[in-house]
């Protein structure tokens, strides 16, 4: 799974997907995207990123149109698990899903 985006213009006709490219993608799987609503703050899931888990959530931002290197949320919101669908609430409060490999639901 890779990270598409696509862009609506003026008139509300959207315009082709294009993948983000390898600075985001890897030969691993991406998903759980969530924009801030800034527009330029990327929140995602990766399992090809170094990191802590089988998924850990990154950011990246928008700068001069082109996406910065991910950043690791790091050991304070990442897990050994799968850590995925991070979103923002209006009030600074973050939430997202840690799958635990072991649990008796993934057996």
């Known amino acids: 799974m890779d990270i598409w985006v696509a862009k609506k213009n003026k008139m509300g006709v959207w ?8 600075t985001i993608n890897t030969a691993e799987d ?22 802590m888990g089988g998924y850990d959530i990154y950011y990246t931002t928008l700068e001069n149109g082109a996406w910065s290197t991910p950043v690791n949320l790091g050991p304070d919101i990442n897990t050994e698990n799968d850590d995925i669908y ?3 609430d209006d ?6 899903t840690s799958i635990d490999p072991q649990s008796p639901e993934k057996r």
């Not at 315009?15 to 390898?22: C, D, Q, R, T, V």
Request: proline fraction near 3%; charge should be negative; avoid cysteine.
């Open 15 to 22: 315009g082709e997907a294009e993948n983000l490219g390898s």
């Open 86 to 88: 991070f979103i923002l």
């Open 30 to 51: 991406e998903e759980g995207v969530f924009i801030h609503p800034d527009g330029k703050t990327l929140f995602f899931s990766s399992q090809g990123h170094e990191g």
């Open 91 to 96: 009030e600074d409060n973050a939430y997202y």
